[in-house]
């Protein structure tokens, strides 16, 4: 069973970079096609997705482009992980953050398997 | 920007059929599959229908998914008062390149 976990600091400042990590289990990150993705929620509001990173060999990404260059994932497979890093974060970027597995075939893509997530809130 | 919109809200009472509404875009639903979450707050989404309409191992065919041109659609059947959740369509978009979320649907059972 595939499992996800998002770790990292609870609290980040205002202008300062958020950096979180999703370990992965039950499978490993180097077999297989898969899109690992970043998912975040804020508090009352509905699911944005934030990117996702490709495990092609070239690490290819995809960005939601409202977020205008600040998001960054990488993938550590030698660790099984994958990282966000989101730059110059305000109030606004306070969320639940999940990782997740997407696929991409003839189905079309879909996220198949999620993290439960973790609270990030922008505070100084 | 890229929308797909749902209602807020919907509600049924047990055993009742239940529909929530996703309607989007040629450049999203008219052009690519779309998938159903369920999501209970401060557990993990779940996946329900991929594909427009097919369901994932364990899922119970009481949820089913259809589309038509630009809008898509989830149907509950012989609702349950575990079916209490927050429900979103999601997409992938050819115009921004990105993977869209629906405004999320809240089923209330009566």
């Known amino acids: 069973q595939v499992q996800l976990q998002e770790s990292g600091p609870g609290q980040v400042k205002p202008s300062q970079t958020l950096s979180l990590t999703c370990t992965v289990s039950g499978t490993s990150m180097r077999s297989g096609y898969y899109y690992w993705s970043w998912i975040r929620q804020p508090a009352g509001k509905g699911l944005e997705w934030t990117g996702r990173?490709?495990?092609?060999?070239?690490?290819?990404?995809n960005y939601n482009p409202s977020l205008r260059g600040r998001v960054t994932i990488s993938l550590d497979t030698s660790k099984n992980q994958f990282s966000l890093k989101l730059s110059s974060v305000t109030a606004a970027d306070t969320a639940v953050y999940y990782c997740a597995r997407g696929r991409d075939d003839y189905n079309g893509y879909r996220i198949d398997y999620w993290g439960r997530g973790t609270l990030v809130t922008v505070s100084s | 920007q890229s929308v797909l919109t749902q209602p807020p809200s919907a509600s049924g009472t047990p055993g009742q059929r239940v529909t929530i509404s996703c309607s989007g875009s040629?450049?999203?639903?008219?052009?690519?599959?779309v998938s159903w979450y369920q999501h209970l707050p401060g557990t993990a989404p779940k996946l329900l229908i991929y594909s427009d309409n097919q369901w994932p191992s364990g899922v119970p065919d009481r949820f089913s998914g259809s589309k038509s041109d630009t809008s898509a659609s989830l149907a509950i059947s012989g609702l349950q008062s575990e079916d209490e959740a927050d429900y979103y369509c999601?997409?992938?978009?050819?115009?921004?390149?990105?993977?869209?979320f629906g405004t999320g649907t809240k089923v209330s059972v009566l």
């Open positions: 990173i490709y495990t092609n060999g070239f690490g290819s990404t």
């Open positions: 999601a997409v992938w978009d050819d115009s921004v390149n990105a993977y869209i």
């Open positions: 040629s450049s999203n639903i008219g052009t690519n599959t």
